[in-house]
């Protein structure tokens, strides 16, 4: 267990509804990023806020995707209208900062499946 | 962009060793292991920075080529647990990490 909890771990959904993940950070971490991991590969950088500000948003995150993390707790994901090439594995990993020495936290993920 | 791992896929019995190579294109100033278990999440091995330095693993051991832009894992005497996916990140400037492609480890008894 590394501290870090993400609710729900498995969503199935159809085809255009919207869902919503949650990640529950380690308090005292400052930064959080979201990954997102397709099978075979590695996980890929999606956005990431250091405490409430949302500081960075990859090419990979189309506008029918928000993240929001208020009051630099929680952080939440959700997609609109979802399509079946959103079908991931969603990672989110709590950071305390503070240079490379530090290693990032994953939580267990949330598996969407879209059909 | 994406560090390049090898190799693509290993297959031991209990005991025997093994080294996966991180490769990258760019200047590295330090390299994340992880291993990941299959429908699990990334679970951290260890850290090395720039100049040598480790953070991480006590039986898991690693180096850091600055010239070859290069990592290596080692793993030695391997056990059972050692099976699942290992991945190399490397941070870029707002500490996101860029992973490899990843090496497939599988240990049979």
């Known amino acids: 267990d590394t501290g870090v909890s993400q609710n729900p771990r498995h969503k199935i959904t159809k085809r255009g509804q919207n869902v919503t993940f949650r990640c529950d950070p380690i308090?005292?971490?400052?930064?959080l990023y979201w990954y997102r991991q397709t099978l075979g590969q590695g996980p890929e950088f999606l956005t990431y806020f250091q405490n409430e500000a949302q500081l960075e948003k990859s090419r990979l995150l189309s506008d029918r995707f928000s993240a929001e993390r208020p009051k630099g707790s929680f952080s939440t994901l959700e997609i609109q209208r979802t399509e079946q090439g959103d079908s991931a594995m969603y990672l989110c990993a709590s950071y305390r900062g503070g240079g490379m020495y530090n290693e990032q936290f994953f939580g267990p993920g949330t598996r969407l499946t879209v059909l | 962009q994406q560090p390049v791992q090898s190799p693509q896929a290993v297959i031991l019995r209990e005991g025997e060793d093994a080294v996966i190579n991180c490769s990258s294109s760019?200047?590295?100033?330090?390299v994340h292991w992880y291993r990941q278990k299959h429908g699990e999440a990334p679970v951290f091995l260890m850290i090395?920075?720039?100049?040598?330095e480790q953070k991480g693993h006590e039986k898991i051991s690693a180096s850091f080529n600055e010239k070859k832009q290069q990592s290596s894992l080692y793993l030695t005497a391997s056990q059972l647990s050692y099976s699942g996916t290992y991945f190399c990140g490397t941070p870029d400037n707002t500490d996101k990490l860029i992973f490899g492609t990843g090496t497939r480890l599988q240990v049979f008894p």
């Open positions: 308090s005292e971490h400052n930064r």
């Open positions: 760019k200047a590295l100033y330090s």
């Open positions: 090395l920075l720039k100049g040598g």
